[in-house]
């Protein structure tokens, strides 16, 4: 780790379990809207990516007004029930030596809403950065290519914490070294074989 300045973290399925309560969500909210779609579909197409709306209304050849407001509604309230930071992980951040940082494909209000409810905002605020702020979301580097530039570090002296096969994509678009996160309540077994061949220089399984 003396090779870096710079911590990045994703948000989703590093820092909260976030990512089995979302899927849910979408699951429903998209039977709403007439389509049906597994979990396993969900996880396996749109995990780690911003695009899912833009994708689904090009598959379906349809426009899904009001999708992203009505999942919002959807997810709420299992997040204020259900949510909780990854076993661990509040620790780890308190005991870097490193600068930190979150990039994230969630959008800003997003961020600030899940990470107070598990207690972890104000350990990164304001050095916060969503998808909603660049171009092109993962597995473009956009996004964490902005967050090293904001935090003033070169990306080789970057190292990214990412569970989804986009986020690690990204990563290594953006120049910077990839640790794959599989410690998720939405990892199968064997994950750790899907981060590798994206370049994840090593895969962990837990925050501790």
């Known amino acids: 780790m003396t090779a870096f300045d710079l911590v990045i973290f994703d948000c989703d399925g590093v820092l909260i379990d976030s990512e089995p309560l979302s899927i849910r969500a979408d699951v429903e909210c998209l039977a709403e809207y007439g389509i049906e779609m597994s979990a396993e579909e969900i996880l396996e197409r749109y995990t780690g990516t911003s695009g899912m709306v833009a994708d689904l209304e090009a598959r379906f050849g349809r426009p899904l007004s009001g999708f992203a407001e009505r999942h919002r509604q959807l997810v709420r309230p299992r997040f204020e029930a259900e949510l909780r930071a990854m076993p661990g992980v509040a620790a780890v951040i308190d005991s ?9 494909s969630s959008s800003p209000e997003g961020l600030r809403h899940t990470l107070s409810l598990v207690g972890l905002y104000e350990r990164f605020r304001p050095h916060i950065f969503s998808a909603a702020e660049v171009a092109r979301g993962k597995p473009a580097p956009d996004l964490f290519l902005h967050a090293a530039a904001r935090m003033g570090a070169e990306p080789r002296r970057c190292v990214v914490i990412e569970d989804s096969r ?33 370049g994840a220089a090593l895969v962990i399984g837990d925050s501790v």
């Open 96 to 104: 870097l030596v490193y600068r930190r940082c979150i990039a994230s």
């Open 166 to 198: 986009p986020g690690i994509a990204a990563a290594i678009a953006a120049g910077m070294t990839a640790i794959g996160f599989t410690g998720g309540g939405h990892c199968r077994p064997g994950h750790d074989s899907r981060l590798y061949p994206e």
